[in-house]
């Protein structure tokens, strides 16, 4: 499976941008799709994640700001982030959990899409 990661790029402090994951390729089961990022010098660190029966779960600095979401026909998930700050900046790469068939779990990340919010 593979994943295309778009719509980052500079945002003013206060500002909108939605990313999108869009998947192709085979897979058996998805048990929950994410978005991750990683700041300069530091390490990737989980930002949004969804399951397959669509519950969510995000990280404590984007709650109220962030939205994550799918769209199981375009087989798409998509982070909308609102209310961007300047630490917001990063390269989001999104992420996939689940198996490719009924006996081997497999994980994909996509290429990465960088953000960043000016202040």
């Known amino acids: 499976v593979q994943l295309q990661a778009s719509g980052g790029g500079l945002v003013q402090a206060g500002g909108s941008l939605r990313l999108s994951c869009a998947r192709s390729?085979?897979?058996?089961?998805?048990?929950?799709m994410g978005w991750y990022r990683q700041a300069p010098g530091k390490q990737r660190e989980l930002v949004a994640t969804?399951?397959?029966?669509?519950?969510?779960n995000y990280a404590d600095s984007v709650k109220g700001r962030f939205t994550i979401s799918r769209d199981n026909a375009k087989k798409t998930v998509y982070l909308q982030m609102n209310s961007l700050k300047p630490a917001d900046t990063a390269v989001y790469y999104c992420?996939?959990?689940?198996?490719?068939?009924?006996?081997?779990?497999?994980?994909?990340w996509g290429q990465g899409t960088l953000v960043t919010v000016s202040s």
């Open positions: 992420n996939l959990d689940g198996y490719r068939d009924p006996w081997a779990r497999c994980e994909s």
């Open positions: 390729g085979t897979i058996f089961k998805i048990d929950a």
């Open positions: 969804i399951t397959s029966g669509g519950d969510t």
